[in-house]
């Protein structure tokens, strides 16, 4: 049973937009900074979004991420191929005093 | 560019002491800006923090692995540890580590993460 809620898994055709959720409390999404992780089969975990919005060098800004309240959205416009994997959010939980993540969601597209 | 590689062994017996290192390539442990950390991944599931240290000792641990738990750094080799006592079956998975950005009461985020090692828990 993980801390933050995401669907399990979400489709989309080629060039379609994707969102994923991800809901949690106050003492997590409600008062900290959310980050997602992409990992494609078979390998490790790769920062996507942090800090909510930010995308590292190198992703493209096809993906986006927003935070409102206790819940945060990751987007996916013009859906590709190779956007095929789980996706997990993440953020600092103040209960825990430390960080937590979200049970994945499995991207297919179709 | 920082590179962060798992190793260790690949099977551990029941009630033993899962131990695992990680070297840094590409960048210092002992960075002041950066803590160090492991993660974790049971087989076809989510992701599962372990825990996480700084160059000068301090710790965070997920409480309910605490008990078990302890994170080593090795400045002079430029490496980090992982220590997991009386390990079952439910240890058993992918762990591995990370450079772990955390700006207190603000953000934290893993990047980047080492490839992973598959540690069993079997006799």
């Known amino acids: 049973q993980s801390v933050l809620t995401q669907p399990p898994s979400a489709s989309g055709t080629p060039g379609q937009r994707v969102t994923i959720s991800c809901s949690g409390s106050s003492s997590n999404i409600g008062s900290n900074t959310v980050n997602w992780y992409q990992q494609l089969p078979g390998t490790a975990p790769k920062v996507l979004i942090y800090?909510?919005?930010q995308r590292p060098s190198g992703v493209p800004d096809r993906f986006s991420g927003s935070k409102s309240g206790t819940s945060a959205s990751l987007a996916i416009s013009g859906l590709q191929s190779e956007d095929e994997a789980d996706y997990y959010c993440?953020?600092?939980?103040?209960?825990?005093?430390?960080?937590?993540f979200g049970g994945g969601t499995k991207l297919t597209v179709l | 560019q920082l590179q962060l590689q798992e190793s260790g062994p690949g099977l551990v017996k029941p009630s033993e002491t899962l131990s695992l290192t990680c070297t840094v390539s590409?960048?210092?442990?002992?960075?002041?800006?950066?803590?160090w950390g492991w993660i974790r991944q049971p087989p076809e599931k989510g992701l599962e923090w372990i825990g996480s240290m700084y160059y000068s000792g301090s710790t965070y641990y997920n409480p309910s692995l605490k008990s078990r738990v302890a994170i080593f750094l090795d400045t002079s080799k430029n490496q980090f540890s992982l220590e997991l006592s009386s390990v079952t079956a439910a240890d058993t998975g992918v762990y591995y580590c990370?450079?772990?950005?955390?700006?207190?009461?603000?953000?934290?985020?893993?990047?980047?993460w080492g490839q992973g090692t598959l540690v069993t828990v079997s006799s």
């Open positions: 800090t909510n919005n």
């Open positions: 590409g960048g210092s442990i002992s960075s002041r800006n950066y803590y």
């Open positions: 990370a450079r772990h950005i955390i700006n207190p009461r603000v953000s934290d985020w893993f990047d980047p």
């Open positions: 993440s953020t600092w939980d103040d209960s825990l005093n430390g960080p937590v």
